[in-house]
Nanobody, 118 residues
Framework: EVQLQASGGGLVQAGGSLRLSCAAS????????IGWFRQAPGKERERVSC????????DYADSVRGRFTISSDNAENTVYLQMNSLKSEDTAVYYC???????????WGQGTQVTVSS
């Protein structure tokens, strides 16, 4: 059974940092790209960042490039999203997903709330 377990969300002041974790089970990181989406109230879900361990591809939304860093620990089947210089507009529910570079990700984890206070 494929499972994606997201954690690490919370409340932080603008300019602060958080690190999200996505622990995957039931598949190998070589099988799918893994990454993060987010959805803010009243907005569509958007892709934030993805990593493809097979070829090293890193993908970032323009809005987070230079502030967020995605990485993976293949031995632990865990993907991390280090979020620095957080802004109020980063407030959203963050979801991890497998095959995140595809038009429709194949698997979704539960969301974790990130709230940035200004």
């Amino acid at each position: 059974e494929v499972q994606l377990q997201a954690s690490g969300g919370g409340l932080v002041q603008a300019g602060g940092s958080l690190r999200l974790s996505c622990a995957a089970s039931g598949f190998s990181f070589d099988d799918y790209s893994i990454g993060w989406f987010r959805q803010a109230p009243g907005k569509e879900r958007e892709r934030v960042s993805c990593i493809n361990s097979r070829d090293g591809t890193l993908d970032y939304a323009d809005s987070v490039r230079g502030r967020f860093t995605i990485s993976s620990d293949n031995a632990e089947n865990t993907v991390y999203l280090q979020m620095n210089s957080l802004k109020s507009e980063d407030t959203a529910v963050y979801y991890c997903a497998a095959e995140c570079l595809a038009t429709r990700p194949r698997y979704w984890g539960q969301g974790t709330q990130v709230t940035v206070s200004s």
